[in-house]
Nanobody, 125 residues
Framework: QVQVVESGGGLVQAGGSLRLSCTAS????????MGWFRQAPGKEREFVAT????????DYGDSVKGRFSISRDNAKNAVYLQMNSLKPEDTAVYYC??????????????????WGQGTQVTVSS
């Protein structure tokens, strides 16, 4: 069974930073890209960032580009999301996800089969 677990969420003031962590088990981690998504109340799940299996290619949603950074450590089966210059609009539940296919990265929710439980990020003004 594939298990994905996020951690690191919390309450932070606008302009502050948080670092989210995610671990995945039950598959060969280094064969797969990984993604971060978020969902705010009343909104659909939104793409945040993704990283290729080698870590050489990354992609970001427009709303977080320049502020967030995704990275991975395949030796630890871990992926991270460094969030800087946080805004109240970033408030959401953040999800880590592992895709169905070993081929490439994707922005699509539908490309991901395995999801973590979510971790709450709240940015106050």
């Amino acid at each position: 069974q594939v298990q994905v677990v996020e951690s690191g969420g919390g309450l932070v003031q606008a302009g502050g930073s948080l670092r989210l962590s995610c671990t995945a088990s039950g598959r060969i981690f280094s064969w797969y890209a990984m993604g971060w998504f978020r969902q705010a109340p009343g909104k659909e799940r939104e793409f945040v960032a993704t990283i290729s299996r080698s870590g050489d290619i990354t992609d970001y949603g427009d709303s977080v580009k320049g502020r967030f950074s995704i990275s991975r450590d395949n030796a630890k089966n871990a992926v991270y999301l460094q969030m800087n210059s946080l805004k109240p609009e970033d408030t959401a539940v953040y999800y880590c996800a592992s895709p169905r296919s070993t081929l490439g990265i994707s922005r699509r929710v539908e490309a991901y089969d395995y999801w973590g439980q979510g971790t709450q990020v709240t940015v106050s003004s």
